[in-house]
């Protein structure tokens, strides 16, 4: 297994409250992402980071902003979180992009609710 | 963007039955990805296709892309209770999105 590491592994946080969601790798890949999956919805990417302090948006990133400080770590930030940020939020790394036959690898997940 | 329609959406089958999931696209597929879920767990990805007519296999499950229709196939030989889970498929978006776009998956129960 890829070695991806997600942190807290389930979180029980307030309307309003910031959140932050930290994944850690061990593969030393470039490329770092952040999705949630939603019943009905499937996995969505939230953000992604091509390398340290590159990062852009994804399908569903209002609401979120990320950090890349190095190369292992990926922050994922809820600024005030709401209750349609209830979700399980996976990270994922690879070692080129997607669109270049490159497979996403994800972590165990962080199931966050809001409440 | 790219739609994946996976079918059937769920499935239950007695151990040691074949069974065998399909993937169809909305648009040219270019890289095709199978990947498992457990519950609780994330995705453990299975096997990556690349070009059309390839096939390849891991253990008892096979997996297939038709280029022509758009779609992928995984079949699984003498199904175990331990091939429970959801099956995903994903494909590669065009363009610079960066975006591996899936499908909803399919939920996959077998019976002892």
């Known amino acids: 297994d890829a070695g991806i590491t997600q942190s807290p592994r389930h979180k029980v946080t307030e309307t309003g409250t910031p959140v932050t969601l930290r994944c850690h790798q061990t593969?030393?890949?470039?490329?770092m992402y952040w999705y949630r999956q939603d019943p009905g919805h499937g996995l969505r990417l939230i953000h992604y980071?091509?390398?340290?302090?590159?990062?852009d948006k994804g399908e569903v990133s209002d609401g979120y902003s990320v950090s890349r400080s190095k190369t292992e770590d990926f922050l994922l930030t809820l600024e005030s979180a709401t209750s349609s940020q209830t979700s399980v939020y996976f990270c994922?790394?690879?070692?080129?992009?997607?669109?270049?036959?490159?497979?996403?690898?994800f972590g165990n997940g962080t199931r966050l609710t809001v409440t | 963007s790219q739609e994946l329609e996976q079918s059937p959406q769920s499935l239950i089958v007695q151990e040691g039955k074949n069974l065998t999931i399909n993937c169809t696209s909305s648009?040219?597929?270019?890289?095709l990805y199978w990947y498992k879920q457990k519950y609780g767990e994330g995705l453990i990805f299975l096997m990556m296709?690349?070009?059309?007519?390839e096939e390849k296999s891991h253990e008892k499950i096979t997996a297939k892309l038709d280029e022509k229709k758009q779609q992928s196939s995984l079949h699984i030989t003498a199904s175990q209770p331990s091939h429970a889970g959801i099956y995903l498929c994903?494909?590669?978006?065009?363009?610079?999105?960066?975006?591996?776009?899936f499908g909803a998956g399919t939920r996959l129960t077998v019976k002892p």
């Open positions: 648009k040219t597929l270019y890289g």
């Open positions: 296709l690349q070009k059309g007519g």
């Open positions: 593969e030393n890949h470039r490329y």
């Open positions: 994922a790394i690879s070692d080129g992009p997607t669109g270049h036959n490159s497979p996403l690898h």
């Open positions: 980071s091509y390398g340290v302090k590159d990062t």
């Open positions: 994903g494909a590669d978006s065009q363009g610079s999105s960066n975006d591996m776009r």
